[in-house]
């Protein structure tokens, strides 16, 4: 049992619940919620460093420690007042990060895309951090020298985690359907889609966090081949450059992307495509006849580059699958509509 003279920990248990009616705090049930925040808020701040340089925000010991250390402070902060259950130390450390992350928004250090991907992470973690020192605090008392240790942890590791290497993940995601079309209707969509409204693909999540919505896609003949410029809102643009061309049955987009193809303040970069830390890749469309219809089938490959590919990866892999499922319907749609463009309106003639 910890001594009172122990000055790495708190008096014994009795004597903290003696003067807890003389010391207690205002507000008590929300103070180490309210000091957790305040504390990831701070760290968020420390870690607005340049990606590739020391504190930048993808970093582990941001993404993975932060969390940890909100819920182990909300923990310890609450233990100073009177014994926590169990069950406290699970759900008020999580509430406690999802109120930081929520945060980060409202004082606009974060973007909602990001906010969006992350909440999920920091909730559990600052659960699992809660119940760690809710068990150290069971078994230690007030465990100050721990809680100082813990709390040094992301300070140290972010001054030099950018000299570790960063894994690299590479995936490729297919999609397919059926659509009531003959080839040639869809593939005129497919090189074409005009003034796209946005109840046409707002299905997909990643418009739904805060991704601009598109407008359209013009295909031209250029002096390097074929084509396809895309927009976007918030003024976003690049092209898709056609590496394989076989009208009626087969496209590949490279995507290119300019220094202006993200104006400023658009997207985070911690996810902007062709940024450091994701790139989507080429994009394909394969249309293969199926008795009256058409299979589409559209496969797209991305690179992903953080320190936590284990959570982020999977999380991409369903957006990247549900994009396809809403952009698919979307040809779809416009395909099997009786007002489909005419023939003559095809924008790249065949060769």
Same mark, same amino acid.
């Given at each position: 049992?910890?001594?009172?003279?122990?000055?790495?920990?708190?008096?014994?248990?009795?004597?903290?619940? &003696?003067?807890?009616?003389?010391?207690?705090?205002?507000?008590?049930? @929300?103070?180490?919620? =309210?000091?957790?925040?305040?504390?990831?808020?701070?760290?968020?701040?420390?870690?607005?460093?340049?990606?590739?340089?020391?504190?930048?925000?993808?970093?582990?010991?941001?993404?993975? =420690?932060?969390?940890?250390?909100?819920?182990?402070?909300?923990?310890?902060? *609450?233990?100073?007042?009177? #014994?926590?259950?169990?069950?406290?130390?699970?759900?008020?450390? $999580?509430?406690?990060?999802? %109120?930081?992350?929520?945060?980060?928004?409202?004082?606009?250090?974060?973007?909602?895309?990001? !906010?969006?991907?992350?909440?999920?992470?920091?909730?559990?973690?600052? $659960?699992?951090?809660?119940?760690?020192?809710?068990?150290?605090?069971?078994?230690?008392?007030?465990? /100050?020298?721990?809680?100082?240790?813990?709390?040094?942890?992301?300070?140290?590791?972010?001054?030099?985690?950018?000299?570790?290497?960063?894994?690299?993940?590479?995936?490729?995601?297919?999609? *397919?359907?059926?659509?009531?079309?003959?080839?040639?209707?869809?593939? #005129?969509?497919?090189?074409?889609?005009?003034?796209?409204?946005?109840?046409?693909?707002?299905? !997909?999540?990643?418009?739904?966090?805060?991704?601009?919505?598109?407008?359209?896609? /013009?295909?031209?003949?250029?002096?390097?081949?074929?084509?396809?410029?895309?927009?976007?809102?918030?003024?976003?643009?690049?092209?898709?450059?056609?590496? +394989?061309?076989?009208?009626?049955?087969? %496209? /590949?987009?490279?995507?290119?992307?300019?220094?202006?193809?993200?104006?400023?303040?658009?997207? +985070?970069?911690?996810?902007?495509?062709?940024?450091?830390?994701?790139?989507?890749?080429?994009?394909?469309?394969?249309?293969?006849?199926?008795?009256?219809?058409?299979?589409?089938?559209?496969?797209? /490959?991305?690179?992903?580059?953080?320190?936590?590919?284990?959570? &982020?990866?999977?999380?991409? +892999?369903?957006? %990247?699958?549900?994009?396809?499922?809403?952009? =698919?319907?979307?040809?779809?749609?416009?395909?099997?509509?009786?007002? @489909?463009?005419? &023939?003559?309106?095809?924008?790249?003639?065949?060769?």
């Amino acid at each position: 049992m910890p001594d009172k003279t122990d000055p790495g920990s708190a008096p014994p248990a009795a004597s903290r619940a &003696a003067s807890s009616a003389e010391y207690e705090l205002p507000f008590s049930i @929300a103070w180490p919620l =309210l000091v957790g925040v305040a504390l990831g808020i701070a760290l968020r701040f420390v870690f607005s460093g340049t990606p590739g340089g020391p504190y930048a925000t993808m970093m582990s010991s941001f993404v993975i =420690l932060a969390p940890l250390l909100v819920g182990a402070t909300t923990v310890y902060v *609450a233990e100073l007042h009177h #014994r926590r259950s169990w069950t406290y130390y699970l759900w008020v450390p $999580a509430l406690a990060n999802i %109120v930081f992350v929520l945060g980060t928004l409202v004082i606009l250090i974060e973007g909602l895309i990001c !906010a969006v991907v992350i909440l999920p992470l920091f909730g559990a973690l600052g $659960a699992v951090g809660g119940l760690i020192m809710g068990a150290v605090c069971r078994a230690y008392g007030w465990p /100050r020298r721990t809680f100082y240790a813990i709390a040094a942890l992301p300070l140290v590791l972010g001054a030099f985690e950018q000299e570790l290497p960063v894994p690299v993940r590479e995936r490729t995601i297919e999609h *397919a359907r059926i659509v009531a079309a003959e080839p040639a209707r869809i593939w #005129r969509e497919i090189e074409n889609p005009l003034d796209i409204a946005a109840g046409e693909v707002e299905s !997909a999540w990643v418009y739904r966090i805060g991704v601009p919505l598109p407008k359209a896609g /013009r295909t031209e003949q250029t002096g390097e081949g074929i084509v396809r410029h895309i927009t976007m809102g918030s003024g976003i643009h690049f092209d898709e450059v056609a590496v +394989d061309w076989q009208p009626e049955r087969h %496209v /590949r987009w490279s995507n290119r992307f300019t220094a202006d193809s993200f104006p400023p303040e658009t997207m +985070d970069e911690h996810v902007k495509i062709g940024g450091r830390y994701l790139s989507i890749g080429d994009t394909d469309y394969t249309l293969t006849p199926v008795g009256a219809g058409t299979e589409l089938r559209m496969t797209v /490959r991305y690179r992903l580059s953080t320190s936590f590919n284990w959570y &982020a990866g999977p999380v991409l +892999d369903l957006l %990247v699958g549900n994009f396809e499922d809403a952009i =698919l319907a979307f040809y779809a749609r416009r395909a099997e509509a009786d007002g @489909a463009l005419p &023939a003559a309106s095809a924008g790249v003639p065949a060769r």
